[in-house]
């Protein structure tokens, strides 16, 4: 069971985002370009959402959850199934998750949330300072 902390929800950065785009001062061409590796992430490590696709409305849109930490080594800057999130909570180090929406047909993609997950470092035993007269 995940135990986020520090959350950050982007609603009205998309909200805004989205006015501009139906208000023509911000074209599809520049929200509708997700990569192709967060296109391949969305098919093998997303999760469907409720939500339709605000610029195509022709699909709903696919949760991808991308992981970063130094404790992280190598996963660092991977996608992450809600599954292996899970995993991940209890047995690293704590590590921020970031939620991107992505439409797999026109390419709409949006940061939705970010929190941490993982333990709190437990700082060792502290050394013990030195005076001048030691």
Excluded at 8 to 27: E, F, I, K, M, T
Aim: with cysteine; glycine share 8%.
């Amino acid at each position: 069971m995940r135990r986020p902390r520090e959350i950050v929800d982007y609603a009205l950065r998309r909200r805004s985002l989205l006015a501009d785009v139906y208000a023509g001062r911000v074209g599809i061409a520049e929200v509708c370009d997700a990569s192709p590796y967060l296109l391949r992430a969305a098919r093998f490590h997303g999760e469907s959402s409720e939500v339709t696709c605000p610029v195509c409305r022709k699909e709903r849109l696919t949760e991808v959850s991308w992981v970063f930490g130094e404790g992280l080594k190598h996963l660092s800057g991977s996608a992450r199934t809600p599954q292996e999130l899970d995993r991940m909570d209890g047995a690293q180090v704590e590590f921020s998750v970031y939620v991107v929406e992505v439409c797999r047909s026109c390419g709409w993609n949006h940061l939705v949330q970010s929190y941490v997950l993982g333990t709190p470092e437990v700082p060792g035993p502290r050394a013990r300072r030195r005076t001048a007269g030691q």
